[in-house]
């Protein structure tokens, strides 16, 4: 059944929409330096990209690109010929849903990240990463989260209007590239956990949503793979090109959050990235999941996304970045079910950033029926947020922060959850970059 926005929500569109007119009339950008070269070049001269020649602001989660214009965070040094960057997010939640499915609890959610990267004589480029999350802290359930769905808490029953917590080991990978000439490399990325060629960048590592501590509700439609239990991933990228294609571990991760588990490379991903101007990066992809659930294990699922990031400057360290994506699932035997996803995040000031996003999906995992095929459902989420920073030093930022979102139904499904309920969140977080 058709989801409408009422005219509040719409209004969450002069925020979404705002720096998107700017693909339209290149001239709107050139304000506060956003036409300048100069305001898209690395800060860090003695950085290198991992897979390409091209900015290292380009880099986001896995492979996955961002635009160039992206602001890099992270603290730099060198040792025994080696840099490194680290930077961490860790946000303290307290979180209330309404309604009859809905719930509250404080909990901790984030992560922390190294890379060590390292030229050699050869021209080659090595780089080792890993990444740690305190989300197993807030239990196998996760925290309450309308119309959020997915994976297990305990083996037996699905995690329904809850989203789960992310593994404590999110990434341990390596990847080498090899240069062909001054715009073409090859590469090769293998992690365990790593994250496999598909999808925009994870929603944590956005631009557009990072400052966000909610988890979009279409994270199983875009980016859910970004944990998997073993990837190799073969690429080639020319200039502003990237093609590339994953083998990976099909299986999303189970209850046992603090564990890795690998498991065959069963699957498989493909992508092509393009970043045409500075402010865009644009993708495709497509992927063919194996067994992806514990509780559906004879069911495989298709997947395929599109995404576009437009990231403007508007001065130092500050941004306006926006996410229009889009992601298709369909399982053995089962319905075509579609994600539409629209965020932004600006920062009008230093210390002040405000966020929002807008999904809509149809999800088939919202009900358990007794007999026959499961319920199709067509729902969307609305969220608005605030966040406000007092800098502690020169690499360390606390903030305290707010969002509502508004969930919106059929009457299907009001009876279960009520009218339009809302959900809040109160965050305090640290942010280290």
């Given amino acids: 059944m058709p989801c409408y926005l009422p005219r509040a929500v719409r209004a969450l569109l002069l925020l979404l929409l705002g720096p998107l007119r700017v693909l339209a009339d290149p001239g709107a950008g050139a304000a506060d330096g956003a036409g300048d070269p100069a305001a898209y070049a690395p800060t860090d001269a003695g950085m290198h990209a991992a897979l390409g020649a091209y900015p290292m602001t380009r880099e986001a989660s896995g492979t996955a690109w961002q635009p160039d214009s992206s602001v890099h965070a992270g603290v730099h040094t060198e040792a ?6 680290s930077h961490a997010l860790l946000n303290a939640v307290y979180d209330h849903q309404d309604g009859a499915r809905g719930g509250e609890k404080t909990f901790l959610s984030g992560m922390a990240m190294t890379a060590a990267t390292r030229v050699l004589p050869s021209e ?88 966000s501590p909610e988890a979009p509700i279409s994270h199983h439609w875009l980016d859910s793979m970004h944990i998997s239990e073993g990837v190799v991933t073969v690429g080639y990228v020319h200039g502003e090109l990237k093609l590339e294609a994953s083998r990976f571990h099909g299986r999303e991760p189970d209850q046992h959050r603090e564990r890795i588990e690998p498991g065959p490379l069963d699957s498989s991903a493909v992508r092509v990235s393009f970043n045409p101007a500075r402010p865009l990066a644009l993708q495709v992809s497509w992927a063919q999941q194996v067994s992806a659930e514990a509780l559906a294990p004879q069911a495989d699922e298709t997947r395929a996304s599109a995404s576009a990031i437009y990231t403007r400057p508007l001065g130092e360290d500050r941004y306006w970045s926006s996410t229009a994506a889009y992601g298709l699932r369909r399982r053995t035997g089962g319905a075509r079910l579609a994600a539409y996803v629209l965020e932004s995040t600006v920062q009008p000031a230093e210390l002040w950033t405000l966020f929002a996003r807008i999904e809509r999906e149809t999800n088939d995992e919202l009900t358990a029926p007794a007999l026959g095929p499961a319920p199709v459902y067509a729902v969307a989420k609305a969220s608005l947020g605030a966040l406000r920073d007092v800098r502690l030093s020169a690499h360390v930022r606390l903030g305290l922060g707010a969002l509502y979102a508004l969930n919106l139904l059929p009457v299907a499904l009001q009876g279960a959850y009520g009218h339009e309920p809302g959900g809040t969140m109160v965050f305090t977080r640290v942010k280290i970059d």
């Fill in 80 to 85: 025994g010929g080696w840099l490194l960057m």
């Fill in 124 to 211: 080659d480029i090595v780089r080792l990463r890993a990444m740690l999350s305190p989300d197993p802290l807030m239990g196998p359930a996760g925290y309450p989260l309308l119309l959020a769905t997915g994976e297990t808490a305990n083996g037996r029953d699905p995690l329904i209007d809850r989203q789960h917590p992310h593994n404590l080991v999110m990434e341990l990978s390596a990847s080498v590239s090899h240069p062909l000439g001054a715009a073409d490399s090859l590469y090769l990325y293998a992690g365990l956990p790593g994250e496999p060629a598909f999808g925009p960048p994870a929603f944590m590592h956005r631009l557009s949503i990072l400052d």
